[in-house]
């Protein structure tokens, strides 16, 4: 399993973790609690991780840095779509995963 870009839906207690591979098939998908979100992430080779712009967004970043990803912080306009597109599943389409890629970069 090689991750090429990992997105994260940050919350308070449960956290959604999606992962594509450079074709854009997904090929990880975990619901992590807060306690165990740095330990699942170390557990992953580094990749591209894409989290929302929001207040522990720049907290989040740091530590997943320490872990040797590279991440990239998208802004809550970018993310958008993604929430309209995935109302009532978590399933992403081949059209999602290059805007994700394109917004990360």
């Given at each position: 399993?090689?991750?090429d870009v990992l997105g994260i839906d940050l919350a308070k207690n449960v956290f959604q973790l999606h992962g594509v591979d450079r074709k854009g098939n997904a090929v990880f998908k975990r619901r992590v609690m807060r306690d165990q979100l740095l330990s699942?992430?170390?557990g992953i080779e580094p990749c591209t991780v894409a989290i929302e712009a929001c207040t522990g967004a720049f907290c989040w970043a740091r530590q997943f840095e320490e872990l040797g990803?590279?991440?990239k912080i998208v802004s809550p306009q970018y993310v958008k779509p993604f929430v309209k597109l995935w109302r009532g599943e978590h399933?992403?389409?081949n059209h999602e995963v290059p805007i994700m890629?394109?917004?990360a970069a």
């Amino acid at each position: 399993m090689t991750i090429d870009v990992l997105g994260i839906d940050l919350a308070k207690n449960v956290f959604q973790l999606h992962g594509v591979d450079r074709k854009g098939n997904a090929v990880f998908k975990r619901r992590v609690m807060r306690d165990q979100l740095l330990s699942v992430i170390a557990g992953i080779e580094p990749c591209t991780v894409a989290i929302e712009a929001c207040t522990g967004a720049f907290c989040w970043a740091r530590q997943f840095e320490e872990l040797g990803h590279k991440v990239k912080i998208v802004s809550p306009q970018y993310v958008k779509p993604f929430v309209k597109l995935w109302r009532g599943e978590h399933n992403r389409t081949n059209h999602e995963v290059p805007i994700m890629r394109r917004n990360a970069a």
